[in-house]
Each structure stands twice: as C-alpha cells, then as structure tokens.
C-alpha cells in the first residue's frame, strides 16, 4: 500500500511538472489543488503512522510488562474466536 500512495504521489508530482508550461487559468488552477492535495495527503499519512508506530510501541511495552496476561488474552481470544467460527458454519463434531 505505501509503495502504490508513493506511485500515486510520483505521477502526480509527474503530471504537475509535464503541466508547468501551459498558463492556462483552469490548467493553474487544478495544479494548485492537485499540490494541496498531495500536501494534505503526506500530511495525513504522517500522521497516520505516527500514531501508528506509537500505538504499537505501547503494546510492546504493555506485552513486555504484563507477558503471562498477554497470553492469556491472546489465548482466551483465539478460542473465543475459534468457537465463534466453529459454531457458525456448523463445523462442530460432537
């Protein structure tokens, strides 16, 4: 997904630079919003993994702290989930 928003950002970085010679007002005007809209973009994927990567440094610290609770959870969800499945598609044997 981050190498097809790169592409995406590339071409149209592409498409602003092929379009710099026309003076055209509505050719301007879609490039000044295209640009806005790749600044926001980068902006809010920024953001997104920041959060991201914050997130997960949390977990990472509450796993390392808390490490048999961990399991446990991680455990009792899988079966949960498990029987979930199971029960639904009609799976169980009995």
């Given at each position: 997904m981050q190498y097809e928003l790169e592409s995406?950002?590339?071409?149209?970085?592409?498409?602003?630079a092929a379009t710099a010679d026309?003076?055209?007002e509505k050719v301007t005007e879609a490039r000044k919003r295209l640009e806005a809209?790749?600044?926001s973009g980068r902006d809010?994927?920024?953001r997104v993994m920041d959060k991201a990567g914050d997130?997960?440094?949390v977990a990472d610290r509450?796993?390392?702290d808390h490490p048999y609770q961990a399991?446990?959870?991680g455990v009792g969800a899988g079966a949960l989930l498990g029987y979930l499945l199971t029960s639904r598609c009609?799976?169980?044997?009995?």
């Amino acid at each position: 997904m981050q190498y097809e928003l790169e592409s995406l950002a590339r071409d149209a970085r592409a498409l602003i630079a092929a379009t710099a010679d026309v003076a055209e007002e509505k050719v301007t005007e879609a490039r000044k919003r295209l640009e806005a809209a790749l600044d926001s973009g980068r902006d809010a994927y920024d953001r997104v993994m920041d959060k991201a990567g914050d997130g997960a440094d949390v977990a990472d610290r509450t796993v390392r702290d808390h490490p048999y609770q961990a399991i446990a959870i991680g455990v009792g969800a899988g079966a949960l989930l498990g029987y979930l499945l199971t029960s639904r598609c009609g799976c169980r044997r009995a």
